[in-house]
Antibody
Framework: EVQLVESGGGLVKPGGSLRLSCAAS????????MNWVRQAPGKGLEWVSS????????YYADSVKGRFTISRDNANNSLYLQMNSLRAEDTAVYYC?????????????WGQGTLVTVSS | EIVLTQSPGTLSLSPGERATLSCRAS???????LAWYQQKPGQAPRLLIY???SRATGIPDRFSGSGSGTDFTLTISRLEPEDFAVYYC?????????FGQGTKVELK
């Protein structure tokens, strides 16, 4: 069974940093592109970043480019999101998500999310 | 960037009724890389439809998707109590991957 478990969320001041983790199990982690998606309170879904299985291809939304860094550790089946220079508008539940069946597919598996609150 | 516009914003219906949700793209979605998700309060999104019309594993056949190019539709043939939720469309054909703003299907 595919499982994705996020951790690392919390309260941080504007300008601060936070590192999110996503522990994956139940599938061959290194063969799937992984993604971070966020949802601000009461708002819709926003794609944040994606990383291919071998970390060759990395993409960011314009809203986080230059501030967030996605990475993965295939040996430990883990996905990360390093978030720097945090702003109030980064407040959201952050989900990690896996492709449904492989390259070019939507996101069929999601974690439960971790809440990041940016406030002074 | 492909902008997805969903309509209506809210749909007020009763169990047993048919729900028709629309998703319009600002430019053609390549290879019909259009998906639909369902989200209930406090839960992660759940993939319902991919490739515009293929149901994900375990999704009941009362959910169906159609469309191509810039116009897509999610239809729920007969609403069950568990179907009252927010539905999002997403295009995954070109970066940045984008979502519509959502349609809430609420109990009338």
């Amino acid at each position: 069974e595919v499982q994705l478990v996020e951790s690392g969320g919390g309260l941080v001041k504007p300008g601060g940093s936070l590192r999110l983790s996503c522990a994956a199990s139940g599938f061959t982690f290194s063969t799937y592109t992984m993604n971070w998606v966020r949802q601000a309170p009461g708002k819709g879904l926003e794609w944040v970043s994606s990383i291919s299985g071998s970390s060759t291809y990395i993409y960011y939304a314009d809203s986080v480019k230059g501030r967030f860094t996605i990475s993965r550790d295939n040996a430990n089946n883990s996905l990360y999101l390093q978030m720097n220079s945090l702003r109030a508008e980064d407040t959201a539940v952050y989900y990690c998500a896996r492709e449904y069946y492989g390259s070019g597919s939507p996101w069929g598996y999601w974690g439960q999310g971790t809440l990041v609150t940016v406030s002074s | 960037e492909i902008v997805l516009t969903q309509s209506p914003g809210t749909l007020s219906l009763s169990p047993g009724e048919r729900a028709t949700l629309s998703c319009r793209a600002s430019q053609s979605v390549s290879s019909s890389y259009l998906a639909w998700y369902q989200q209930k309060p406090g839960q992660a999104p759940r993939l319902l439809i991919y490739g515009a019309s293929s149901r994900a594993t375990g999704i009941p056949d009362r959910f169906s998707g159609s469309g191509s190019g810039t116009d897509f539709t999610l239809t729920i043939s007969r609403l069950e109590p568990e179907d009252f939720a927010v539905y999002y469309c997403q295009q995954y054909g070109s970066s940045p991957w984008t979502f519509g703003q959502g349609t809430k299907v609420e109990l009338k």
